[in-house]
């Protein structure tokens, strides 16, 4: 028998250690190059799709909204916030925005016309009595005719009076000064004013107030030179404005929208 030199011994075992750690690292290589490459894996092996939201899940298509239906929702939240001067712009460009046929190609319906014009003209108003807002409107903001073959026909003016009187307030002036110019501006021929009053008070008081008023704004028209035949008539209490959002409004912003003069286009 021949024995192997100790020093051999101890090389072989060196050399043999090595190859096994050598096999070790290559097949630990193997399997991260086929974990991370599945297309590499065997037909036997199954392989589990992404679970990538962004392009396994089905995704459905954003609501997208008209461009006057923003401006109404615009509208509707800072009408919330009591902002009503901005909310009074943002109904009236809605308004604008309607009657181009480029922007709208399909005009909303007739009501739902009708339902941002009196948006429009109660925050108006309230702009006014808050004192938001005093400068004078164009006549084509606050004497529309027409939208988008809609007519509109009454308008509810933001003529403020003195409580209790019919006496005009600074910015009921204001107001009354530029619906002779819009009346004048519109060539128009006949025109009939309504009174209204909030709920508090006696009946026949609110109801005498109420004429009163529109007789008050009659006669200054005419002392500002309107030709057009006037009609005048008084409701009282009895015909509270019908409001569309009726949680937007305190109780003493809807005594407001009730202390009010409506002009109607004959």
């Not at 929702?73 to 046929?101: E, H, M």
């Not at 941002?116 to 808050?130: K, V």
């Amino acid at each position: 028998m021949i024995l192997a030199h100790p020093f051999q011994s101890r090389k072989f075992q060196k050399i043999t250690r090595l190859g096994f750690s050598l096999f070790v690292i290559v097949l630990c290589s193997c399997q991260q190059v086929k974990d991370n490459f599945p297309w590499q894996k065997t037909a036997n092996e199954s392989i589990t799709p992404s679970t990538n939201s962004a392009t396994n899940s089905a995704t459905k298509p954003s609501e997208r909204h008209s461009e006057w239906e923003t401006l109404v929702q615009r509208g509707d939240r800072t009408a919330k916030n009591k902002n009503w001067k901005k909310a009074a712009q943002f109904y009236n460009q809605a308004l604008d925005v309607i009657n181009d046929p480029i922007k709208t190609p399909q005009a909303p319906s007739p009501e739902q016309i009708d339902k941002i014009h009196r948006l429009a003209s109660n925050a108006r108003l309230l702009a006014t009595h808050t004192g938001q807002s005093r400068s004078v409107q164009s006549c084509s903001t606050m004497m529309r005719t027409q939208v988008r073959g809609f007519k509109i026909r009454k308008h509810l003016i933001p003529i403020q009076f003195e409580y209790g009187t019919s006496t005009f307030s600074a910015s009921g002036e204001q107001a009354a000064r530029q619906l002779a110019h819009c009346i004048q501006e519109n060539n128009l021929r006949k025109i009939h004013l309504t009174g209204h009053t909030d709920e508090r008070g006696p009946d026949e008081v609110n109801m005498q107030l109420s004429i009163t008023r529109a007789e008050a704004l009659k006669n200054y028209l005419k002392s500002k030179g309107i030709s057009a035949s006037i009609i005048i008539s008084g409701r009282g209490e009895i015909e509270p404005l019908q409001l569309d959002n009726p949680d937007n409004y305190i109780q003493e912003e809807i005594h407001a929208l009730n202390r009010r003069v409506e002009v109607m286009i004959q």
